[in-house]
């Protein structure tokens, strides 16, 4: 299974698993063991130039921070476009970045409740997206 709606993601084993437990309903982070960072998306190497590091179930359920409306799309996306993007804030402060749907322009705001769930464009693809809770 890859992520995206274009091969952009190298096949790792972190993006294996961070694929495999959208495919379970779950969001995983990282956190790094030496200074207890987080990160979502997750991430191999930690700012303060640790690779220990350690998954966590990250809150699927946040805030929308900000948001956009794509008319003009890249080669990838074109066939959805216009789409909306949004920026989600999640418990503890992270930001996850990704596609609206179920909205409107008209029923966007800053604080909008959203959840983060799983979407398949194609079988061979997995992809997350931003619903209004």
Known sequence: MKFGYASWLPETE???NFIDALGKNRLLGTQCKKCSQKYLPP???CKCGSTDLE???APNIGKLRTYT???F???SMSKYAP???GVAEVEGGLSLMGQL???TPSMLK???PIQIVPHQPDTDRTVYKFKPV
Request: charge should be negative; avoid cysteine; charged fraction near 10%.
């Open 14 to 16: 972190l993006v294996n």
């Open 43 to 45: 991430r191999a190497h």
């Open 55 to 57: 998954w966590f179930d």
């Open 69 to 71: 409306v794509v008319s």
């Open 73 to 75: 799309a890249p080669e």
């Open 83 to 85: 789409y909306i993007v």
């Open 101 to 103: 749907t179920g909205v």
């Open 110 to 112: 800053v604080g909008l």
